[in-house]
């Protein structure tokens, strides 16, 4: 994820901003450790090139153990839900503001 993020904001940057007023938002699925520093990894680049991101009621991300674990998440799967919302409502007001 490192190298995409330093490598798309290198090819970015050299194409006129190409990422500016696109709408993204980070979302982790981790077993345990580093779940909130990949997340501000991937805002940071988000913001530096100029991103709108949608919030949602927690950081977006699952926590798991096994495969299929974050799907019992609930308080994931209820954040996640929260960010599709705000995120869908989100690119219909860029899409229609009136």
């Known amino acids: 994820m490192k190298a995409l993020i ?9 194409n006129g901003s190409m990422f500016k007023r696109k709408v993204g938002a980070a979302v ?5 450790g580093g779940a909130i520093h990949a997340f501000d990894s991937i805002n940071h680049f988000f ?16 926590m ?3 495969i ?12 996640m839900k929260n960010l599709g919302e705000n995120m869908a409502w ?3 007001k860029i899409a229609n503001p009136m």
């Open 6 to 14: 330093e490598r798309a904001g290198f090819t970015a940057m050299a």
């Open 28 to 32: 982790v699925a981790v077993r345990r």
């Open 68 to 79: 299929g674990d974050v799907d019992k998440d609930e308080e994931g799967i209820r954040n």
């Open 64 to 66: 798991g153990r096994e």
């Open 90 to 92: 989100l690119l219909k």
């Open 47 to 62: 913001h530096i090139n100029q991103m709108i991101v949608p919030g949602s009621s927690y950081w977006n991300m699952g």
